[in-house]
C-alpha cells in the first residue's frame, strides 16, 4: 500500500513540473533508508489508526479570566481544548470578531494581529524533534479520501482563484482542526488549528496556489530546518517548525502557535490607554533577545532581510519573551543577493543606495524597530526613498562620500553635486529636497542617555562603523539595571 501511494505522489509531482518538492521528498526517503519495512509504513502513513471526529458548536464560548496576571495553561479561544485532554493552550485567549483592517498591505502580518489576549504562556514542547532523528520526515500527501472517509475536493491547480478555502471547525489533511482564522500576508493565509494528534493547537500558515510563491515557501521550510536542526534546545528565539505537507494544490507550513506582533500589540497596548508595555526595561530585555537570535543566524552564515516588528511575535507577555518568524525572505551571505530586501521603512542605508550588503543591515532594522517601540511613531515612514533619505540624513546625520560614490542607486536620488532631488509627477519638474534637521532625542522624547546612544550605535549610517549583533550585545546599555 505504501509503495503504490509513495509512486503516485512522484509521478504527481512530475506531471505537475514540482522538482524542489520531489527532490525534498526523496531527500527525506534517503534520510530514512536504513529504517525498517514497519517503520518506513509510519513514514508514509503516520496518521494511523485516526482519531476520533469531534463535532462542536462554532458559537460555543468560554468566559473571560477576571485578570491577566497569571501565566497558567488555560484554553479560551479553542473549541477544542475541553474536549480534548490536552494541556497546551490557544495563547490567544478571547475570540474576538476582527474590524476591517485600514493598514497598508505592507503592514499585513503572516502570524496574527492584537486583540484582548490573557497573559496566559506557551508550552516550549519540541514534539517534532527526535533524539535519534537527524532530521524529521516529509509527511504525507492526503489524496483521494481523507481519513474520515468524505471526499475531498477535486482540484487541479489552474483554478482562477489561487486562495484555499478557510472553514473554521473543519479539519485540515485529516489532522488539524482549524479554530480560528488570524491573518493573511501577499502570498499566504494563516489559521490556529488544533492538531488531533499531538493534541497542542498550532498555527498552519496556507501558501496561495503560486509557483514563485510556492519556490518561496520551500526556501523558507529548508532555513527553518537547518535553523531548528542547530538549536533543538530552541535557545536562540527563532520559531520552530513543527511539519510541512502538500494538500489540495497548496502547500501548508505548521509551526508552534505565538502572540500578537510587536506592531500590533503595541497597537493594541496604547489604543486600550492601558499601562504601557514597552518601557525601557522591556525594550532592554526585547532588545538581547533580537541580538541573540541576530548573532545566531549570522554565526550560521544567514542574513534575515526584513526584520520588522510584524516579524517579531511574543511568546509570552509576562515574562516578556519573544520569537522572529518569516525566514522567507532570508538568504545565506554566500548567495546572490536580490537589490530588493527588507520593508520600506526598516531598509538599510547601504540598500537604498545600491551598495553591497551584509549582515548589518539587520542591525540597521533592529535600531528603527526599538525606536518606533519606544516613541510609539515610525522613525522613517514609508514614503519614496528619496524623502526616506532625506529623513534619516536629517536625523542621523550626512551620507559618506565613499557610499555615495560607489551605490549603483544613487544616481535616482542624488544629483552630480550630491542633492536630494526627485521628479515631481504632476509637473514633470525636477524638485530639490533640503533635509529637514532632527534627532533620534526629539523623536524619542526621553531623556535616557545609555539608550539614546545605543540607538546610535545600531544607526550608523556607514555599514562599516556598524556593529555585528555580537559587538551590539557588549553595550553598556544592555548591562544597565531599571530595577
Known amino acids: 500500500m505504501a509503495e503504490v501511494e509513495f509512486e503516485s505522489v512522484l509521478e504527481f509531482l512530475r506531471k505537475n513540473g514540482l522538482p524542489e518538492c520531489e527532490s525534498a521528498l526523496m531527500e527525506d526517503v534517503r534520510d530514512i533508508s536504513q529504517l525498517g519495512s514497519s517503520e ?4 508514509l502513513f503516520p496518521m494511523v489508526p485516526p482519531p476520533p471526529l469531534l463535532r462542536i458548536p462554532s458559537t460555543r464560548r468560554l468566559p473571560l479570566p477576571p485578570d491577566l496576571s497569571d501565566d497558567e495553561f488555560v484554553s479560551l479561544g479553542s473549541s477544542t481544548t475541553e474536549l480534548c485532554s490536552s494541556e497546551f493552550i490557544n495563547p490567544y485567549g478571547v475570540r474576538t470578531t476582527r474590524p476591517t483592517s485600514e493598514a497598508s498591505s505592507e503592514r499585513l502580518s503572516q502570524f496574527g494581529t492584537a486583540r484582548d489576549y490573557p497573559d496566559f504562556d506557551m508550552q516550549n514542547d519540541l514534539f517534532w524533534y527526535k533524539e535519534k532523528d537527524e532530521d524529521y520526515p516529509m509527511p504525507p500527501l492526503f489524496l483521494g479520501r481523507d481519513f474520515y472517509g468524505e471526499e475531498s475536493d477535486d482540484k487541479t491547480g489552474f483554478e482562477e482563484n489561487k486562495e484555499f478555502p478557510i472553514v473554521i471547525n473543519g479539519i485540515i489533511a485529516g489532522r488539524y482542526y482549524v479554530t480560528e482564522f488570524l491573518g493573511s500576508a501577499a502570498f499566504s493565509k494563516v489559521v490556529q488549528a488544533h492538531d488531533l494528534y499531538s493534541g497542542i493547537d498550532v498555527c498552519l500558515k496556507i501558501i496561495k496556489n503560486d509557483k514563485d510563491f510556492f519556490d518561496q515557501s520551500l526556501d523558507e521550510i529548508k532555513l527553518l530546518k537547518f535553523v531548528n536542526k542547530n538549536d533543538p534546545a530552541d535557545e536562540h528565539h ?9 494538500y489540495q494544490e497548496h502547500l501548508f507550513i505548521v509551526t508552534e502557535l505565538l502572540r500578537a506582533n510587536l506592531y500590533e500589540f503595541q497597537k493594541f497596548n496604547r489604543e486600550s490607554g492601558g499601562e504601557p508595555y514597552f518601557t525601557l526595561h522591556k525594550l532592554q530585555v526585547i532588545t538581547r533577545q533580537c541580538l541573540e537570535a541576530l548573532s545566531y543566524l549570522h554565526d550560521l552564515g544567514i542574513i534575515h532581510c526584513d526584520l520588522k516588528p510584524e516579524n517579531i511575535l511574543i511568546k509570552s507577555y509576562k515574562r516578556c519573551k519573544i520569537k522572529i518568524i518569516d525566514l522567507g525572505s532570508s538568504c545565506f551571505q554566500t ?20 551598495l553591497p550588503y551584509g549582515q548589518k543591515i539587520d542591525l540597521w532594522s533592529l535600531g528603527c524597530i526599538l525606536a518606533e517601540l519606544c516613541s510609539g511613531e515610525v522613525l522613517f515612514p514609508n514614503e519614496g526613498v528619496v524623502m526616506l533619505l532625506a529623513r534619516m540624513i536629517g536625523t542621523i546625520g550626512p551620507i559618506d562620500m565613499e557610499m555615495l560614490h560607489k551605490g549603483e542607486e544613487v544616481h535616482k536620488y542624488f544629483t552630480k553635486e550630491y542633492d536630494l532631488y526627485y521628479l515631481n509627477e504632476d509637473t514633470k519638474q525636477v524638485e530639490y529636497i533640503v533635509p529637514e534637521e532632527s534627532s533620534l532625542e526629539n523623536h524619542l522624547q526621553i531623556c535616557d542617555y545609555g539608550f539614546v546612544e545605543f540607538l546610535k550605535f545600531l544607526l550608523e549610517i556607514n555599514p562599516k562603523r556598524r556593529p555585528t549583533a555580537r559587538e551590539a550585545l557588549e553595550h553598556p546599555w544592555l548591562s544597565h539595571s531599571y530595577i
Not at 518506513?40 to 513514514?43: D, P, T, V
Not at 527563532?238 to 502538500?246: G, H, K, Q, T
Not at 548567495?335 to 545600491?354: F, I
Open 40 to 43: 518506513l509504513e509510519k513514514f
Open 238 to 246: 527563532i520559531l520552530r517548525l513543527y511539519d510541512y505537507f502538500y
Open 335 to 354: 548567495d546572490h543577493l536580490s537589490l530588493y530586501v527588507q520593508s520600506r521603512s526598516y531598509r538599510a542605508p547601504e540598500v537604498m543606495l545600491g
